[in-house]
DNA sequence: GGCTAAGGCTAATAGCCGTAGCTTTATGGC
DNA sequence: GCCATAAAGCTACGGCTATTAGCCTTAGCC
């Protein structure tokens, strides 16, 4: 028949729409294949590790996309003008797409490139933290803690574990504020 | 055949040891079934929502057990020391049963019977939080900060996120000063 | 002792993933 | 311009899953 001349990269496009438009749960190599406009085994030809590697695949293209964000929300800012643009950027990313967000555990074991892309994404927030002057050890558990409130609060968030009626803008307010005042006084490197 | 003399209880302790064992992405009706000496129809004898409301009714359990580790941590301290405690569990239970902590997203929509169990462990925190003379809506905004801080070290821990060579344990000292500290600066409650 | 309801079963449907093997389309070398 | 080859599609199939329908047997109660 007709080729349609589908890329991987194709293939993970369709997935995402799809996750967007129905969640998660729905992401089956058969849907994708239908909107993709071909049989379902075909798609074997372009993600030969079958609905596994799509989910790798996936997990990959969200995270680079997030960093994109992050690293957009940095430029041109410093200090906590920085870490407040850049936890924003990664809650308005988190819960713009909320499922795309979601896709992000299903991978399986973090790969080569699964770990480059996170790295980029840690990279972002280590450049941010060096404006309050942190480095060696003590850079990458602030990082951590960064990426904990982020990914905590995000998470959390889409998964409707907020329920009182206190605004949640507030609470990001002061989260932000809580990491912030504690970069200021973070340990300066020294021991481990 | 002989009965069995199943219970939902029971059918959810066969799951979350299957769950232990195996994985969020074993669980299934068949395996539980298997697991139960029991075909898998008559699962739906006991749970009559299938695999959505089992999975529902795993969220609820963890969720209690999780509740329960934290009130059990905070019982006899306050403060500081409360708050240190309450997360130390936290990440106890999640890391030391990591399948089980990831089937809790699993859940579908919050429903009555969760939300009442997330409730609980929100109380927790929460009565943790009144040590520091915290109330009215602030008291929900730090709880929530405690989740999300919580949460995403456990999440980000099991998924293996955190790949570089510094010590973990440190990380969550400083997570855990990070947060005492900004809980001993709180803005007090005022305005909204 | 018999009725009822609960808890088990088998059978059947429908959907999914993944493999095998065939066919067709492009493409590149001659 | 033609032909060989590899890539990209297809159908057919096997095996697993959830779920529903309907039957049978057990346990318990009046």
Redesign the interface.
Known sequence: MPRVGLTPDQVVDHALALIDEQGVEALTLASVAARAGVATPSLYKHVSGGLTELRRLIAVRVTEELADRLAEAAVGRSGDDAVTAVLRAYHAYATGRPHRY?AL?QAP??DDDL?RA?ARLVGVIVAVLRGYGLDG??V???A??V???????A??SI??????A??LT??HD??I???T??LH???TTTA?
């Open positions: 979601n555990p074991q973090p770990t996170a050890p003590e990458i558990h602030a951590r803690t990426r904990s409130l982020a990914h905590g609060f998470s959390l998964a409707g574990a907020f329920q009182l206190e605004d507030t609470t002061r989260l504020t809580t990491l005042t504690s006084t973070w340990p481990s």
